[in-house]
């Protein structure tokens, strides 16, 4: 099974700043990595597909870098509407496997 | 516009039964690859199952914790997937979704609780 770290776990911050969250693969996934922001009691949503795709209808403030086995979730400037936890998931192989989540909080 | 929408949640005691549906529409759950996944109370993301499309090859796969006790299946006539859950334990008390294979489409979810 491929295992997912994602790191930080947890982080404050506040609006306007520049937050990165990182996502290490045990094994290549090649490109086959998702980043979903999920808020209490909702489904997860779609960021970025492939690593580096930005979904439709999703702000340019949020990017996706990396292959391999190492990727990174970028937000440019934190909006309030984005405190929220953040996952990273490989499609790669099955079992699918997620990160453990970043959760963002006001700082 | 695609829109799952998961039912078939609710109370069932340790060792029981239950099926979820995941009613799809805006696009043939045949001709993609669809997955059931879950979370528990305060808890992350789980892949459970996975149902591949027709066109590679319609298998299916399941996570270690609910191999031999779940089941994926589809019905093409009602555009529907489900998850046939056998034998269910404490632990499997979650929010159940659907979601397209890219992750781009997820149902609202369905609450599984397990509990005497």
Known sequence: DIQMTQSPSSLSASVGDRVTITCRASQAVNSYLNWYQQKPGKAPKLLISSASSLQSGVPSRFSGGGSGTEFTLTISSLQPEDFATYYCQQIYSTPLTFGTGTRVDIK | ?116
Request: hydrophobic share 30%; charged share 20%; with cysteine.
């Open chain 2, 1 to 116: 516009e695609v829109q799952l929408v998961e039912s078939g949640g609710g109370l069932v005691q340790p060792g029981g039964s239950l099926r979820l549906s995941c009613a799809a529409s805006g696009f043939t759950v045949s001709s993609d690859s669809m997955s059931w996944y879950r979370q528990a109370p305060g808890k992350g993301l789980e892949w459970v199952s996975m149902f591949y499309s027709e066109t590679t090859g319609g298998s299916q796969y399941y996570a270690d914790s609910v191999k031999g006790r779940f089941t994926i299946s589809r019905d093409k006539s009602r555009n529907t997937l489900f998850l046939q859950m056998h034998s269910l334990r404490s632990e499997d008390t979650a929010v159940y979704y659907c979601a397209t294979r890219k992750g781009d489409y997820w149902g609202q979810g369905t609450l599984v609780t397990v509990s005497s």
